[in-house]
Nanobody, 127 residues
Framework: QVQLAESGGGSVQAGGSLRLSCATS????????MAWFRQAPGKERERVAS????????YYADFVKGRFTISQNNAKNTLYLEMNSLKPEDTAMYFC????????????????????WGQGTQVTVSS
């Protein structure tokens, strides 16, 4: 059974940093998408960053490029999101998600294609 558990959210001032972690278990496919999404109140869930394995192809949304970094540990059972230069508009619930299996990179682009989700961790950035 696949399980995802996020941690690391919190409240910071604009310009600050946070590191989100997503502990995973039950992942069985070498070819998969691992991603961070976020959802602010009244807005649609949007993909922030993703990694496609086994090629480690990374994707970043334009609104986080140069500020956020997605990574995995060597065992590929923990996903991270390093967030720097945070802005008030980054305030949202952040979710870890995976699509298992994912034979092709393009599958990482569609929110509905992700079949496992964590419960989310709240990030609040004050001005």
């Amino acid at each position: 059974q696949v399980q995802l558990a996020e941690s690391g959210g919190g409240s910071v001032q604009a310009g600050g940093s946070l590191r989100l972690s997503c502990a995973t278990s039950g992942l069985t496919y070498a070819s998969a998408c691992m991603a961070w999404f976020r959802q602010a109140p009244g807005k649609e869930r949007e993909r922030v960053a993703s990694i496609f394995s086994p090629n480690d192809i990374e994707y970043y949304a334009d609104f986080v490029k140069g500020r956020f970094t997605i990574s995995q540990n060597n065992a590929k059972n923990t996903l991270y999101l390093e967030m720097n230069s945070l802005k008030p508009e980054d305030t949202a619930m952040y979710f870890c998600a995976t699509r298992q299996p994912a034979p092709y990179n393009y599958m990482c682009a569609t929110t509905s294609s992700y079949n496992y989700w964590g419960q989310g961790t709240q990030v609040t950035v004050s001005s």
